[in-house]
């Protein structure tokens, strides 16, 4: 398993009520839906920089 880290994250109660409903949904916790938002970010973001010509390996 690969090395996980632990952060404090405040956010608003009610992006947070958004995003338990949104987890409930798709049947994760809270936190995975929260990692799972973040990697699609992370993928979109690595995709337009290919896309523009930019590196990726920064």
Known sequence: MPDKKAFLLRIDSKLWE?????????????????????????????????KSGEKTDK
């Open 18 to 50: 958004e995003l338990n409903i949104w987890a409930s949904d798709e049947l994760r916790s809270i936190n995975g839906q929260v990692e799972f938002v973040l990697k699609q970010a992370v993928n979109k973001r690595k995709g337009s920089q290919n």
